[in-house]
């Protein structure tokens, strides 16, 4: 698919970050990589992937492999701010870290418009959206957050996303500074305000997402919802 995916990741984040569980730098980078090779055998064409912590993911025998699949891989060492990032977490750092990857990225500048994924995790029902998304000329699409023992809470999923680069640069990376952790200011609470005055709200197919998430370390699988599945609340922006 012709299409540029985003994957940031922290392979060596540092003690004390707010609400971070899974710390083991082994455990994020096998996390990471699997990430990778998913999209990959999606069919993916271009993938920036994005390390806050200054590391590179993949070695040359793994590029080596992606490129004979046809898929070109650029990898971006960042270099967080440890101290800002351990006192405002890693939705802060996030936004820092999709900031550099827009300034620095030659695949990025290249397109338009981009998906943007956490690094530990991948969407299961991928060519469906990319589907709807062309079929509909959405320039931007952003996710409710869904959470079983709240249903819908004032949240945005920032786990997966698709945007434009002005969106990101002139929008969206000032709702991640925005963050503080330490003050219960996450991301999903900045980026869901910002999209409530920036976007339409509509329904649409909802990304089937699968990882670990960082903060509690353990396997996420989004549930099936039935007849939301397909109707699920969102933003969007039309071209």
Not at 1 to 7: A, Q, R
Not at 22 to 27: F, S
Not at 140 to 167: E, K, N, Q, V
Not at 218 to 227: A, F, M, P
Request: charged share 25%; with cysteine; hydrophobic share 40%.
């Amino acid at each position: 698919m012709d299409s540029t995916v985003l994957i940031t990741t922290a392979s060596n984040p540092p003690e004390g970050v707010p609400y971070l569980k899974m710390t083991d730098g082994a455990a994020r980078r096998v996390a990471a990589k699997a990430s990778v090779y998913f999209w990959a055998a999606q069919k993916i064409r271009r993938i920036v992937i994005a390390d806050a912590t200054g590391s590179v993911l993949l070695s040359r025998d793994e590029l080596s492999d992606l490129a004979l699949m046809n898929v070109e891989v650029e990898q971006l060492c960042y270099r967080q701010n440890d101290h800002l990032v351990t006192q405002k977490g890693k939705g802060y750092g996030e936004g820092a870290l999709i900031g550099f990857a827009l300034n620095d990225s030659v695949l990025l500048r290249a397109d338009e418009g981009f998906f943007k994924c956490t690094g530990k995790f991948y969407c299961r029902n991928f060519p469906d959206i990319f589907r709807m998304i062309q079929q509909n000329r959405f320039s931007s699409i952003f996710w409710r957050y869904y959470r079983s023992d709240l249903f819908f809470g004032p949240w945005a999923d920032t786990r997966f996303y698709y945007t434009t680069r002005d969106f990101a640069v002139n929008h969206l990376i000032p709702a991640y500074v925005q963050t503080d952790e330490r003050k219960e200011i996450m991301c999903e609470q900045t980026v869901f305000d910002l999209l409530n005055h920036t976007m339409e709200t509509a329904m649409a197919l909802k990304p089937r997402l699968t990882g670990f998430a960082g903060g509690s370390g353990e396997l996420s699988s989004d549930v099936t919802l039935g007849e939301l599945d397909s109707t699920y609340p969102c933003w969007v922006r039309f071209r």
